[in-house]
């Protein structure tokens, strides 16, 4: 029974380099040496291509025969490295297989982060609310974040350079997380299903690509469907739809196939989301002008810790209610309590401070973990001390508020 040509053949990735070279150039070359593959690249970064190509068991690279259909074997991955940086002037990586031909006078551009004053980044996740305050402080930029009832999911907005979320990692309760980009002709989806990097399904509206088909103008049916089953990029669009709860998956994959903003516009309706985001993706709305949404500017840790307090405490789905009302109950009605124990942990702290250092007067080197640990329970405890303070001093106003309105109630009977 002969083999099927899909089984012959492994899908091999690689890059080109070559300043003041365009893709159809690096698309003509290839054609030259009879090379199957598809070529991608971002408009700003037109030198930079990326490649996939045919190979073999034998590292031997797919291209067209002379005189008939399909593809064969040709020169290993090696020699067609070798080649093309050669004609090209390239530095070229396929596979386990480089070389480099740059000039030594060349100067490489600058290859963008993907990331300016003017990208505006859309982060739609189950994070709790009251965690963006320490969030925004975390991450020192402002976050205005905003709730969709019907989807049970925050949606938190950002413009501008700097760590995102996610930046020092996801937590369980925030995943799974869709993050929209847009701006400098980036318009990116990437849907986070886990804390590791590499499971993301991430697709890009700005990315264009090519096929090249070997040294054919025309492919013909069995070429046309080797390239469609192994080198095609078809983004599952299972992963981004599942990130939202009620998302059309019809429709989420229908947006992938369109090219630019329509294609974007047409996955955050897909999505179910509201039409503002949108707007806020394309720069015609500003995040603080979403109606109902909430500013979170970084003010330092103290105060980002009350803000989320205040958040947490006012929300009386969030678990642990019973905990919080002994917790406002001991600070308000016993603070002697916290600050005998917050005492406590910070003499215990500077206790441990203090034997580290003194090690060092014994041995000649101070004992890194007496004194990391003793610094982390002074900390703490300043903390934990102005978190109390801020706790009481909210419930005794709350307290107050109450009595006055009895009293005007009573004044006014």
Not at 377 to 396: F, I, P, T, Y
Request: aromatic share 4%; net charge negative; glycine share 10%.
């Amino acid at each position: 029974m002969a083999q099927d040509a899909s089984q012959r053949w492994n899908r091999t990735e690689g890059v080109l380099i070559a300043p003041g070279t365009t893709p159809d150039e690096v698309a003509a070359c290839l054609s030259e040496h009879g090379v199957v593959a598809r070529t991608e690249w971002y408009p700003s970064t037109s030198h930079l291509v990326g490649l996939a190509l045919l190979t073999d068991s034998e590292g031997r690279v797919a291209v067209t025969p002379p005189s008939r259909g399909g593809v064969v074997p040709g020169m290993g991955v090696s020699e067609l490295a070798e080649q093309v940086a050669r004609q090209m002037g390239a530095a070229v990586t396929i596979g386990p297989a480089s070389f480099n031909a740059l000039p030594d006078d060349v100067t490489l551009p600058d290859v963008p982060s993907g990331v300016s004053e003017s990208t505006r980044t859309v982060v739609v996740s189950p994070l709790s609310a009251y965690t963006v305050p320490l969030q925004a402080t975390l991450l020192e930029r402002p976050l205005v974040v905003a709730s969709v009832p019907g989807i049970d999911r925050r949606i938190v907005m950002y413009t501008g350079e700097g760590p995102g979320l996610g930046a020092f990692g996801w937590d369980e309760e925030s995943l799974p997380a869709l993050v929209l980009t847009a701006g400098d002709g980036d318009l990116t989806v990437r849907a986070v299903t886990t804390d590791d990097i590499e499971d993301d399904a991430v697709y890009s509206w700005a990315m264009t690509s090519r096929y090249v088909w070997g040294s054919v103008d025309e492919p013909g049916p069995a070429l046309r469907h080797l390239v469609e089953e192994l080198l095609t990029d078809s983004t599952d669009a299972t992963a981004i739809a599942e990130a939202v709860p009620g998302a059309d998956l019809e429709a989420a994959t229908a947006s992938l196939s369109m090219r630019g903003a329509a294609g974007m516009s047409a996955m955050t309706s897909a999505l179910g989301l509201p039409e503002w985001v949108d707007s806020v993706l394309t720069g015609r709305l500003a995040p603080a002008e979403v109606p109902g949404a909430v500013v979170h500017e970084p003010r330092g840790l103290s105060n980002a810790v009350g803000r989320s307090v205040g958040l947490m405490l006012s929300d009386p789905q969030t678990p642990g209610a019973a905990f919080r009302q002994s917790y406002v109950y001991t600070v308000t009605e016993r603070p002697w309590v916290v600050r005998g124990l917050v005492a406590l942990e910070a003499a215990l702290g500077g206790t441990l401070v203090g034997k580290g250092l003194r090690r060092r007067q014994r041995t000649g080197h101070v004992c890194a973990g007496l004194v990391t640990v003793g610094v982390m329970l002074m900390s703490n405890a300043v903390v934990q001390l102005s978190l109390a303070s801020w706790v009481r001093h909210k419930e005794l106003r709350h307290r107050a508020d109450e009595e006055m309105a009895l009293v005007a109630e009573e004044l006014g009977a």
